[in-house]
């Protein structure tokens, strides 16, 4: 069965620094998908950023990009110039071809003024 | 455009009372369909999902079902609740295309004591 795995619970960050959360996940298929979801304290979750499994040039949005690496099964989300509105909980997540969707625990950000 | 809807919002329930939740999605087709629970330290996690009417999927059997008796409504059912069932639960849609994008509900705090 898929996994995906967070090991870190919380993470800080003083404002306008950069941060790494990290992702990996199992699987034994080669087609799948991964996203990174925030859900800010009002509970909406939200699509951060998608990364499909076949390209190897690693997204990015804006100031949110991805670090993957297939053969190591790690799906790391770098956030530069952090901003106070990106605290939030942070969750990894794999899709598989059959659209089953599971989460990691996810990774709380707090951000230091 | 797409909207989704869950309710209720808030749920206080005793231990061996029934439980429905329901989700409702509006101005799509044959959806993918998912729930999920929140609770503290577990993370997302994956109770129930169907690409379409008929066929669901099932991850967290235990005393939950779920049913979709028309093609964009989905509800989450139990017979007897379990003080563990407390939670946040979050009813989440998709396309089915290859995008894999989750679009979620308000969600539905259940505390069962």
């Known amino acids: 069965a898929q996994t995906v795995t967070q090991s870190q619970p919380e993470m800080s960050v003083q404002e306008a620094e950069t941060v790494t959360l990290s992702c990996t996940y199992d699987t034994s298929e080669s087609d799948y998908y991964l996203f990174w979801y925030k859900q800010p304290p009002s509970r909406q979750m939200i699509l951060v950023i998608r990364q499909e499994a076949y390209k190897q040039q690693n997204a990015t949005e804006n100031r949110f990009s991805v670090n993957f690496q297939k053969a190591a099964k790690s799906f790391s989300l770098k956030i530069s110039d952090s901003q106070l509105g990106d605290a939030a909980m942070y969750f990894c997540?794999?899709?598989?071809?059959?659209?089953?969707?599971?989460f990691g625990k996810g990774t709380r950000l707090h951000i230091l003024p | 455009s797409q909207t989704i809807h869950q309710w209720p919002a808030t749920l206080v329930q005793p231990v061996g009372s029934p439980l429905s939740l329901e989700c409702t999605v509006e101005g799509t087709s044959n959806p993918n369909l998912y729930w999920y629970r929140q609770a503290a330290g577990r993370g997302l996690q994956l109770l129930f999902y169907s690409v379409g009417i008929g066929q669901i999927s099932s991850e967290v059997p235990q005393n939950l079902s779920a049913s979709r008796p028309q093609d964009r409504q989905f509800i989450l059912s139990s017979k007897k609740l379990l003080l563990s069932d407390s939670g946040f639960y979050l009813c989440?849609?998709?396309?089915?295309?290859?995008?894999?994008?989750?679009?979620f509900g308000e969600g539905s705090r259940l505390t069962v004591l």
């Open positions: 989440a849609w998709n396309r089915g295309s290859n995008t894999g994008e989750l679009f």
């Open positions: 997540a794999y899709k598989d071809r059959d659209d089953k969707i599971i």
